[in-house]
């Protein structure tokens, strides 16, 4: 559900963004808010993917 949800921002996000720059008087606010919607989903998705350190300590711990 949680990976539905950041796609979701993400996508949103990025429609948001670019019908804000699409437009020849393009609102900044809206421009704005896209980007922040894009980041949230962008920040929720890098957050559940585990880092490389803790990857490599976790299998060195298993193999000893």
């Keep these: 559900m ?4 950041n796609f979701i921002l993400i996508a949103v996000g ?3 963004a670019l019908y804000a720059q ?4 393009q609102n900044q606010y809206i421009l704005i808010a896209g ?3 894009l980041m949230m ?3 929720r ?6 880092s490389k350190v803790n ?3 976790t299998n060195s711990e298993e193999e000893a």
Excluded at 2 to 5: A, L, T
Excluded at 22 to 25: I, P, S, Y
Excluded at 45 to 50: D, G, L, M, Q
């Design 2 to 5: 949680s990976r539905i949800i």
């Design 14 to 16: 990025g429609l948001i």
């Design 22 to 25: 699409a437009d020849e008087n």
């Design 35 to 37: 980007i922040v919607i």
């Design 41 to 43: 989903g962008i920040y």
């Design 45 to 50: 998705t890098s957050r559940n993917i585990p």
């Design 55 to 57: 990857r490599e300590e």
